[in-house]
């Protein structure tokens, strides 16, 4: 079984770019999940997943923000128009049932 | 929305003495997970537990959801067992609401 995966591990960009991260939750989970964590602070909720619908969207996404996980498989979240503050780590999980299975992240650095 | 609290912030242990770090919460949770962070970002998953006591090798944990506290315990610590551990409780609603974390440095 392998764990949850996510692609690219590491994003420098320019501010005003556009940025594309992807994460492959563990198979038969059909939740999957994405947190923001910014230096010294933990993880906070983005949004969530059960299947392919998208449940609950925090307030924290703004409309820059856009996140979809087609046919209930992988999933991609995308920043339209970045901004130095975006910079941080972009973590997935994924869940059968309470526990929350967590991947390596995606370290964005915006300059 | 749900107050997860941990203390103590940063924790300095000698290799092979023993630890307490506590999560105090706010409110009834459906969910309560330990995480531990590696140097390089990955949240290691330490302990699902909502309630009771569980133990895995050198670190066991308690919940008391009545009283809401967990206890996270580090027994014979080892260098490795440095970084950040972390609270996250789940208020019936898939989200998980994480604490500031406990930076532990354990030093040979």
């Known amino acids: 079984d392998t764990g949850v995966s996510q692609d690219p591990r590491h994003k420098i960009t320019k501010r005003g770019q556009n940025v594309t991260f992807r994460c492959d939750p563990i198979?038969?989970?059909?939740?999957l999940y994405w947190y923001r964590q910014t230096l010294g602070q933990g993880p906070e909720f983005l949004t969530y997943f059960q299947n392919e619908a998208q449940l609950e969207k925090s307030r924290l996404l703004s409309d820059r923000f856009s996140a979809e996980r087609p046919k209930g498989s992988f999933s991609t979240l995308e920043i339209q128009r970045t901004e130095q503050g975006d910079s941080a780590m972009y973590l997935c999980?994924?869940?059968?049932?309470?526990?929350?299975?967590f991947g390596p992240g995606t370290r964005l650095t915006v300059l | 929305g749900i107050q997860v609290e941990q203390s103590p912030p940063d924790l300095i242990l000698q290799e092979g003495a023993n630890s307490t770090l506590r999560c105090n919460f706010s409110?009834?949770?459906?969910?309560l997970q330990w995480f531990h962070q590696n140097p390089w970002g990955q949240l290691i998953n330490l302990f699902y537990?909502?309630?009771g006591t569980k133990q895995n090798g050198r670190l066991s944990a308690t919940t008391v959801a009545t009283e809401r506290y967990s206890l996270l315990y580090i027994s014979s610590s080892q260098t490795t067992d440095s970084g950040v551990y972390f609270c996250?409780?789940?208020?019936?609603?898939?989200?998980?609401?994480f604490g500031a974390g406990t930076t532990v440095t354990v030093r040979a």
């Open positions: 409110d009834s949770v459906n969910n």
């Open positions: 198979s038969e989970h059909n939740r």
């Open positions: 537990i909502p309630s």
């Open positions: 999980a994924s869940s059968r049932s309470d526990e929350q299975f």
């Open positions: 996250a409780v789940e208020l019936y609603d898939y989200k998980l609401s």
